[in-house]
């Protein structure tokens, strides 16, 4: 693996030395336009050729990252995830997404990084979600069009393992986006009512889910694990939400690829793992036949 | 000003807001209680499935441990289920009793190895389980009710109308431990 990582470092190194150059060309370029300005444009003769090379190298990254998904990390998922399937250029499908019933319609989407498979016999599937919200600003100068991004992070699908009636969401900061009745429901933890807001259309049900354990469970997850948190446990399914406005399994560009960045990815694994076993989802006493 | 519009707004300032506020902390008192009732009647629901699976249980048991069915004749006397008429204090004696008979259980399936790999007794076993969390989440839905309403009763100025409407503090359903001890099993 090592090898193999410095490898990609190597490639990476030019790639983002071609960056570099192609910027400091454009850079150099607008400098002498201005210091020139008096002799006409001739200071913009550096520019095209800057930002193409600026450009081909931005495009190079994106392809060496996906190289990288590719050769690298699809062997370390497919050793980690019991039928792991890794599909970068895909992802979940918005029917998968608007399922969670904790996002609001987008206007404007994005998915990749599809991962499914099974830990300790719990099957799963997940994928980076960018959902976006159309604005429109009306200027003096005309109408502006822009969109702004209100989740980017992981969803998760996860099989779970109480059967219970009604639906139930947990959610941190945030309401449920359904036409389902959902109540706001206290439970006995001032803690865990001040991180989570919880929505039922069962209080029974609410109650039965939520034990004690799985309550603390929730908040050392919510603890480890940075952004806004959300859960949906919807008929056999619990759904999971991390707004961390992060793009997972993504290589950085001038940020050196060794062992220790390379953990970070892993740690995106343990994530499911955590999931796993914290909630107990690979437990299955509780799911009747 | 109009004296007379004067008049009206002391009417409705001293008497209109106090009575509107009267009535509405009265509602959510009764709504209140309406929903300790209704988390009630999920514990009954919840003691009378567990009582059916432990009976279940219980038989299944017998038929190994041929000398300890004297001692589950505490369940049988059950066996007509679960009174309606029975009081708070009463149905957590009878969840402590269920309680003790489940604990003799568990050490009859210590004493009694092939019972644990009986797939009927397994199911069971997992059907008390799930049967046990139902009764937990219904006991704990009863007593986030029971909180929130003696948490009004008790609290200035909401306390005067739950006063006037004789409205007293609730009682939170715990297990009582201590009633375990009618039951006896000894192994």
Redesign the interface.
């Known amino acids: 693996m090592n090898d193999e990582l410095i490898r990609f470092q190597q490639e990476k190194k030019s790639i983002e030395k071609q960056v570099i150059i192609g910027s400091a060309l454009s850079l150099l370029s607008v400098i002498l336009f201005i210091a020139l300005i008096n002799y006409g444009p001739w200071g913009l003769i550096l520019l095209v050729p800057g930002v193409i090379y600026m450009a081909l190298g931005a495009s190079k990254f994106k392809k060496l990252s996906n190289k990288f998904k590719h050769e690298v990390l699809a062997e370390v998922i497919t050793k980690f995830v019991d039928e792991g399937v890794f599909e970068p250029s895909r992802g979940l499908s918005l029917n998968t997404v608007y399922a969670t019933e904790f996002l609001k319609r987008a206007d404007r989407y994005h998915v990749e990084d599809y991962l499914s498979g099974k830990i300790d016999g719990v099957d799963f599937v997940s994928s980076d979600v960018k959902l976006e919200e159309r604005h429109v600003e009306h200027t003096k100068n005309g109408t502006r069009t822009y969109y702004v991004a209100y989740f980017l992070g992981r969803i998760f699908e996860f099989e779970f393992n109480?059967k219970f009636d009604g639906y139930l969401q947990v959610l941190e900061g945030a309401r449920p986006h359904s036409k389902r009745k959902y109540k706001k429901v206290?439970?006995?933890s001032i803690d865990f009512n001040k991180k989570f807001k919880t929505y039922t259309t069962n209080?029974?049900?609410?109650?039965?889910v939520l034990?004690p354990h799985l309550m603390e469970s929730l908040m050392a997850f919510e603890k480890n694990n940075k952004g806004k948190i959300y859960f949906s446990f919807i008929d056999t399914k619990l759904y999971l939400g991390i707004n961390n406005f992060k793009d997972t399994f993504e290589l950085k560009m001038f940020r050196e690829l060794n062992e220790s960045s390379f953990e970070e990815f892993k740690r995106e694994l343990y994530v499911i793992k955590d999931v796993v076993t914290e909630l107990k989802l690979n437990n299955n006493?509780?799911k009747?036949e | 000003m109009d004296p007379i519009f004067v008049v009206i707004i002391i009417v409705v300032v001293l008497i209109v807001f106090p009575l509107l506020w009267y009535i509405g902390v009265m509602n959510s008192l009764r709504q209140m209680e309406v929903k300790i009732n209704e988390?009630e009647s999920?514990i009954d629901v919840a003691l009378t499935k567990r009582f059916d699976v432990l009976t279940k249980i219980v038989n299944t048991v017998k038929g190994y441990a041929k000398h300890e069915a004297e001692t589950f004749e505490n369940v049988t006397k059950w066996r007509a289920g679960l009174p309606k008429t029975l009081s708070l204090q009463e149905k957590q004696e009878f969840m402590g009793k269920m309680d003790a008979v489940q604990s003799g259980i568990n050490i009859a399936v210590e004493a009694y190895p092939e019972l644990k790999a009986e797939k009927l007794f397994s199911n069971l076993q997992?059907s008390i389980?799930?049967v046990e969390?139902?009764l937990?989440?219904?006991r704990?839905?009863y007593?986030?009710n029971v909180?929130?309403i003696n948490t009004v009763i008790v609290t200035f100025p909401r306390s005067i109308v739950a006063g006037m409407i004789h409205m007293e503090k609730k009682e939170f359903f715990e297990a009582d431990t201590s009633k375990r001890e009618d039951v006896e099993i000894s192994f």
Do not use: M, P
């Not at chain 1, 209080?203 to 039965?208: G, L, M, R, T």
């Open positions: 109480k206290k439970l006995e209080e029974h049900s609410a109650f039965y034990t006493i509780f009747k | 988390a999920g997992a389980s799930d969390e139902h937990q989440a219904a704990r839905l007593n986030s909180s929130r």
